[in-house]
């Protein structure tokens, strides 16, 4: 561990600041849970904040900013999704984690103006460092907002202690593909139209959106929906599948890809965006713009064991990149390059 693992005083012990997540929203405040509890477990403290406001409407957010103005300590760090309340923290040293700019990339006209100023463009100004989950977010962060690229730092996403291998026979003749989450970006409109015909089981995690279900049934496909899941049992999710498709049309990282390669699960994701970056050699990568591409992903898993064994294996050995001791390593260098700051 970095610089011995300690602090130089109880006033520079890092202080994280999370969002009051939303029912089913847990991510972000998973891993950086997992990470405090892998620091604390080095005898390295590092604080917690959660805002006591959900980030919803102009109201809220002015009280967010204000509450984190009134926060006692001198490094904070902003873990995701709320990136504003950066503005409340100009007196301080802050780390700013941005997971990715889909936002951006789904809103027009005055709410993407909003948005583009406030979650990112004064946040990035007023931030002494930033983190990212994947290179591809890097890029596209610079992209959108030019700044010196040595005040970003790709640091990935690690995976909770929980998700462990766990072998099972693959069902060849009825499949059970893992679907996790129902946002747009997700692409489940091709997803449903390319497993049409195939006789799988398709399990989805999230609650449904729009016409999913109808799709689903115009389609004729067998599925299941399961909406606000533990941990332990999104494990279990896992455990019970025979493969994980991932053919978003964007993410800033991806986790359900080492996920799946921790617990030994072949994956089919996309060729774009974080996705190639994130799987290494471990998963089929397609088009997601053409179903028929990830029909022959998929099926190329269902009917090609020597293949599942392959990606289990490729898998198996990109995930090490993604230990909670190599990620929280990273974070704690940046913790005390911000603490080195302070002192020059």
């Not at 999104?234 to 991932?246: P, R, T």
Request: net charge neutral.
């Amino acid at each position: 561990m970095a610089d011995e693992g300690r602090f130089a005083n109880q006033a520079s012990i890092p202080v994280q600041i999370s969002r009051k997540p939303f029912e089913g929203a847990h991510s972000i405040e998973s891993l950086f849970r997992t990470i405090r509890e892998y620091l604390l477990s080095k005898d390295i403290a590092v604080a917690h904040c959660e805002s006591p406001y959900f980030s919803k409407g102009l109201l809220n957010r002015l009280r967010m900013v204000w509450w984190a103005s009134r926060l006692e300590g001198s490094i904070f760090h902003v873990t995701g999704d709320i990136q504003f309340v950066v503005l409340g923290l100009s007196r301080h040293k802050s780390i700013l984690t941005i997971h990715d700019l889909n936002i951006l990339n789904r809103l027009k006209g005055i709410r993407r103006a909003v948005i583009r100023l406030f979650w990112f463009q004064l946040p990035l100004r007023k931030a002494s460092q930033v983190t990212v989950i994947s290179e591809a977010t890097k890029q596209e962060l610079l992209r959108e907002f030019p700044m010196d690229e040595h005040r970003i730092h790709v640091i990935p996403d690690c995976v909770s202690p929980i998700f462990q291998p766990c072998p099972r026979p693959f069902r060849s003749e009825c499949p059970v593909i893992l679907q996790i989450g129902t946002k747009q970006n997700k692409n489940l409109s091709r997803l449903i139209k390319a497993i049409e015909g195939i006789n799988c089981k398709l399990h989805i995690v999230g609650k449904p959106q729009g016409d999913l279900v109808k799709e689903l049934e115009l389609h004729n496909i067998d599925h299941k929906f399961s909406v606000n899941l533990s941990e332990q049992e999104i494990y279990q999710a896992y455990c019970e599948c025979d493969l994980v498709a991932m053919v978003s049309t964007e993410e800033g990282f991806g986790m359900p890809i080492i996920e799946a390669q921790f617990v030994e699960r072949p994956v089919v994701t996309s060729d774009c965006s974080s996705m190639p970056e994130v799987a290494g050699q471990g998963a089929i990568l397609v088009d997601p713009l053409d179903w028929k591409a990830i029909r022959i992903g998929i099926s190329r898993i269902l009917d090609e064991p020597e293949l599942r064994r392959k990606l289990v294996d490729w898998g198996r050995d990109n995930r090490t990149r993604f230990s909670i001791e190599m990620v929280s390593e990273q974070y704690l260098r940046v913790y005390f390059s911000i603490q080195e700051e302070g002192f020059s």
